[in-house]
Structure formats: structure tokens, C-alpha cells
DNA sequence: ATCTTATTGTTTGATATTCAAGATGTATTA
DNA sequence: TAATACATCTTGAATATCAAACAATAAGAT
């Protein structure tokens, strides 16, 4: 039985996976530069260290993600008084608006994959990936 | 709640993604060779262009993937008489051993992440994701 | 106060990943 | 046989990534 979870977990997380470079790969942008989207429109401003762990990646990978998002104008860069070494990361209205579109094709594929299972069963999907989330990652 | 899913679904692709690169990191393969890899130990015999579709990518990519799962000897090339453009991989010996490791750290992942989830909650969740599968993806 | 250590972020050099477009060899069809 | 389709490989370019070294700043110890 868990060997069979194992196998559709990874089936989910493949589909999952290609398809994200599908939507990635016919928009503006590059695959990193969406993953740092996602992060950002979560948060009002968020640091490099903060932005790298929720991403996966070291700080030098961010550093480069980032000046590559300030150069297309999705995101800029703000210093702050309390910590002269932090740069502080902002969406500008433009990469809220390319936030606003990815997460669209996010909703967009829940609904999809929602679209064979009763209310019932969606309710409990989502409380498992719940606790699975809090407990695992 | 469709909103509220999505976000879990994401964490949940995160959480595995940065899981999945941490165990890749600490073993003899790269991202890409492990992803090749989990395909190939589930055939027999596969020709490139089946990989390519399976792992999501171009056949040019796939080509490069093989060739150093060749040079570290995890995988062969071998011809077929029926038609000759076609090449099937198949893992050598060495290679069907880092295919179990490699499964074997996504048994575990598993188990932890049903730990917090009765009989019943695993089955409704391994039911649901298979309905998914098939449908989605 | 100053010296040491820790932290945040950037840079550098190397390797890996990927695609699109074109090339090559083989099969299929008209 | 000629034309077309197909499977794979090659090439060139852009991205992605890490580890290690570096610079600037902060925090703690004496």
C-alpha cells in the first residue's frame, strides 16, 4: 500500500512539474523567476535569507534570481534603517500583476483537479495535505 | 477553500522539491540523472523519445541525460534490430541499485508523511490522488 | 572602546540543465 | 525510387545552481 501512495505521489508531482514548465515556458518568465514570484506575492517584503530557505536555494542563487527580476522591473530591492545589511525584496505593480496571473493558472489547475472529486472529498484532501505540511515540511 | 487548496498544494510541491533536491545532493547523481533514473527503474527497456515525454523535456535533453548516466555507468544504450533509429536504455546492474536507494528514500518520505494520518485517511488520500492522476495528468 | 565572532548579501568560477534549430541516419509511403 | 516522416544526436545559447571567498554590518566579550 505504501508502496503504491509512493508511486501516485510521484505521478502527482511530475504531472505537477511539467506542467508548471509549460505555463513557465510560455510566459515572461524563467522558471526561478516564477518560483520567486510565488514566494513574494505571499509576502508585503521579505529578505534574501528568507526569500532563499522558502525557495530551497542559497543566498547566492537568490541574489542572482533577484537582480534578474529587478532588471524585467517584477521586483525591487529596499534597504532598511534597523539592519544596514538586509535588503528587503518588494513586488513593483508590475510583478504583483504577473503574481496575480501565475496564481491564476494555480487556481486554475485546482479546479481541474478538483473538477472529478464531490465537496466532500475536497474538504478532506485538503485537511490531509494540511496536516501532511505541517508535520512534514 | 479553492484558494486555501491551491496554497496547500503548492506548499506541498515545495516541501517534496526541496526534500527531493537534498537527498539528490547527498548522492552520486544529479537532479536531472535521479529523474531519469526513477523513470528508468520502472521499465524494463525505454526508448529516448518515451523518456523525454515521461521526464517532461526535449529529446536533446534526454540525450545528454543518458550520455552521463552511461559514463557513470548506471545505464546503457542498446540498439534494436527492428528499427535501428531506435535506442532503448536500460539500467546496468550498478544502476538498478541506485534506482532502490533511491526509491527507498521516497518509501521513507512517504512513511513520514502518513505517520500523522489514519488507515482510513491514507487510503481516502491514495484513492483521491489516483483519481486525480488519471484525470489531471 | 575595541577586538572577535556572527550574520547578510554579493561575487566568482565551475558544473548542470534546458531548449530550439539543424544534422544524420533510418523507416515509410507515394 | 523519390519524397516524407521519424528517432536521435549535435550545437550554441541562455539559465540555474552550488561552494567558497569576500565585503559590509551587527552583536558580544573583555
Redesign the interface.
Same mark, same amino acid.
Given at each position: 500500500?505504501? $508502496? *503504491?501512495?509512493?508511486n501516485?505521489?510521484?505521478?502527482?508531482? #511530475? &504531472?505537477? %512539474? %511539467?506542467?508548471e #514548465?509549460?505555463i513557465v515556458r510560455a510566459s515572461d518568465l524563467t522558471i526561478s523567476e516564477a518560483h520567486a514570484l *510565488?514566494v513574494l506575492g505571499e509576502h508585503e517584503k521579505i529578505n534574501m535569507k528568507s526569500l532563499a530557505q522558502?525557495l &530551497?536555494v542559497t543566498t547566492g542563487t537568490t541574489t542572482v534570481t533577484v537582480d534578474r527580476l529587478e532588471k524585467k522591473n517584477f521586483a525591487k530591492r529596499e534597504s532598511t534603517q534597523e539592519d544596514r545589511r538586509v535588503n528587503l525584496i518588494v513586488l513593483t505593480e508590475k510583478g504583483k500583476q504577473a503574481f496575480e496571473e501565475h496564481?491564476n493558472y494555480? !487556481?486554475q489547475?485546482?479546479? /481541474?483537479?478538483? %473538477?472529478?472529486?464531490s465537496e466532500e $472529498? !475536497?474538504? /478532506?484532501?485538503?485537511d490531509?495535505? @494540511? @496536516? !501532511? #505540511?505541517m $508535520?512534514?515540511?
Open positions: 500500500m505504501r $508502496e *503504491e501512495l509512493t501516485e505521489l510521484l505521478f502527482f508531482f #511530475n &504531472g505537477f %512539474s %511539467s506542467w #514548465n509549460s *510565488e522558502k &530551497g496564481h494555480h !487556481i489547475l485546482t479546479e /481541474q483537479m478538483v %473538477s472529478v472529486l $472529498e !475536497i474538504k /478532506q484532501f485538503h490531509t495535505l @494540511k @496536516k !501532511i #505540511n $508535520e512534514t515540511f
